[in-house]
């Protein structure tokens, strides 16, 4: 057996924006001591799409996430976890001729 398959990966696992996001919402949730099915129905949702949401399989609207950041009681952009900037080169790439087209 080839000794490489058995290595761990070294590289850093990249998470949707989904998923993060979900990630996020779930810890906020939880440091504010709600279960799921309190924050849902505080923002009017099923438990189901709350789930969803913190497994990175729904992709809410901004009604939603502005309903999430209210009832978790912080800003909109609290609800989205931290990047680290991007280099100068990846900036610089986003402007020239992208508009419009996702990567």
Known sequence: MDSRLAMPS???TVLSPQRAF???????RL????KQEELAAHCGLFRTY?????TGQANPTLTMIHALATSLEVTVADLFPLEEAPTQSSAQRSRTGTRGRVR
Do not use: D, K, N, P
């Open 10 to 12: 070294r590289t850093a």
């Open 22 to 28: 979900g990630q996020r919402i779930r810890e906020l």
């Open 31 to 34: 440091a504010q001591g709600l």
């Open 50 to 54: 709350m789930s969803r949401i913190e």
